[in-house]
């Protein structure tokens, strides 16, 4: 299947610093890209969706103005949480949905592997 | 909230079919049920997914019943490798409009040799 590639992997940061998570899509156009956040023994929660080139929705409850995402292009996205606490520890998960019109991979979703975040 | 309902936890041999029930009492027509896993500490993938019909392809098979209230995914022949969380999702696709995939709490799978 499709890749999504997440970088980091894995982040340790100070209190109060800035930490930016790249989400690419590899060999596929993503149209659209979302954001989940998932905490230890958790599901999965959708935090945003973003459109290439346009401002991402975000779900309620999810702060905008402390996790900014960026969709510039058609093949990266970037969360970058603003002002880390500890309790924004989580683990961070991108998903990119398959724009492409062929047969059999029109709107297809695809998963990237986490960054595990964690805020001292 | 999630539109489906899933037992918490499901044990299952080795080499055995591992057969995972959801419930989606409240589906409606232009909704399709897609399956996911997720081994730990890695992202979700991608297994299956269908409308009405049953559906087969190299991971597993989707039976759907036929008022579509609830599904069955299964794992011909499970593995060690097959244990994991397995999530079953309602999503709207129609008319080149796609829902949100919304996670529910899932099925943990223990595969056991």
């Known amino acids: 299947g499709a890749v999504v590639s997440q970088h980091p992997s894995r982040v340790i940061c100070k209190s109060g610093t800035s930490v930016k998570i790249e989400c690419r899509s590899l060999?596929?156009?993503?149209?659209?890209m979302f954001w989940y956040r998932q905490f230890p023994k958790q599901s999965l929660m959708l935090m945003a969706t973003s459109n290439e080139g346009s401002k991402a929705t975000y779900e309620q409850g999810v702060e905008k103005d402390k996790f900014l995402i960026n969709h510039a292009s058609l093949t990266l996205s970037t969360l970058t949480v603003t002002s880390a606490h500890p309790e924004d520890s989580s683990f961070y998960i991108c998903?990119?949905?398959?724009?492409?019109?062929?047969?059999?991979?029109?709107?297809?979703?695809?998963f990237g592997p986490g960054t595990r975040l964690t805020v001292l | 909230d999630a539109k489906t309902t899933q037992p918490p936890s499901m044990d299952c041999a080795e080499g055995r079919a591992a057969n995972l029930p959801c419930n989606h009492s409240t589906i409606s027509g232009n909704e399709y049920v897609y399956w996911y896993r997720q081994i730990h500490s890695q992202g979700p993938q991608y297994i299956i997914h269908?409308?009405?019909n049953n559906e087969t392809n190299e991971m597993a098979s989707l039976i759907i019943t036929e008022d579509r209230k609830s599904s069955t995914l299964i794992l011909p022949h499970a593995t060690l490798r097959d244990t994991a969380v397995y999530y079953c999702?309602?999503?709207?696709?129609?008319?080149?409009?796609?829902?949100?995939?919304?996670f529910g709490k899932g099925t943990k799978l223990s595969v056991k040799p």
């Open positions: 269908g409308l009405k």
């Open positions: 060999d596929f156009q993503a149209t659209t």
């Open positions: 998903s990119a949905r398959d724009g492409s019109r062929l047969a059999g991979k029109r709107n297809e979703q695809f």
């Open positions: 999702i309602v999503r709207v696709d129609y008319g080149g409009s796609q829902g949100n995939l919304i």
